[in-house]
């Protein structure tokens, strides 16, 4: 487990973590999300003794990182794929690490076989791509079997397979009642992946709680309807007190009302249905909405093309 109370962490006059108080356990993926300049990385840093609170405390399994003896044991981090020395071997990168912490070298061939690394394990890391890297990265957090694992943007440069094989890896760590904390700007990932989220705005927590309370607390859900009987639709929804708002395209929406309760409805009174379907916002559709007020680098909307603001052409004028 992972227990954050009361951190906060300032530079010079800045805040960049206010009073964060959270825990991470273990059984489960939890997402670490927040707007760029939120304090994820800061945070994380913190975790691993990397960067001290100015207050409060972190504690991985009750004891501070630093307290921890042969800490890879204990726990493993990928926030930076690139801290490897480009000029050693994949194994040999690998090999100082488990020298260090008291872990064999049987268990750095094994680490290198599960992250696809095995066949290249005598090549210099500066040679490797992007995504090769970070499976490099992976295997390194993966070391020491720990109980918990922590990652900054672990797809980032994996192609799909790699994607795939990431996102399957947490969610086994995560069956096996180990403890892991992912931070992701790839929503959509986040939403395959993570089963509770932390969220974080200008260093402040912002919200702690399950990926489905998450989106329907920052969202709204509805029904859409589609029907070619419009009227009789709208007399039988009304009767039963249900209110429904029509669409551009001719169809309904009906909020706060279950989909069983609307289907019943209407089958009661013969109406035939094209559509009867649950609509809920997307995790970054939620997550926008939650953090609007929190972004602390907003972008302007693009401006209007050149070539829209001006006159249209007509006969007798040149291009």
Sequence with gaps: MIELEGVKKRYGEKTVVDDLTFKVHPGSVTG???PNGAGKSTTMRMM???DRPTAGRVRIDGKRYADLQNPL???????DAKAMHPGRTARDNLMCLALSNRI???RVDEVLEQVGLAEVGRKRSKNFSLGMGQRLGIAAALLGDPEI??????????DPEGIHWIRTLMKGLANDGRTVFVSSHLMSEM???ADHLVVIGKGKLLADTSMPEFIA???RSYVRIRTPQPEQLLDALTAAGIEAETTADGAFEVAEVPVERIGDVLA???VVLHELSPQSASLEEAFIQLTGGATEYRSEPAAAPVSAQQEPLTAGKEA
Excluded: C, K, W
Excluded at 73 to 79: E, M, N, V, W
């Design 217 to 219: 607390r920052n969202s």
């Design 191 to 193: 939403a395959l992946t």
């Design 104 to 106: 064999t070298p049987a």
């Design 48 to 50: 691993l003794d990397l």
């Design 73 to 79: 044991h204990y726990i493993g981090a990928l926030l």
């Design 268 to 270: 009661e009174a013969q």
């Design 32 to 34: 670490f999300l927040g």
């Design 149 to 158: 694992l922590m990652f900054d943007e672990p797809v980032n440069g994996l």
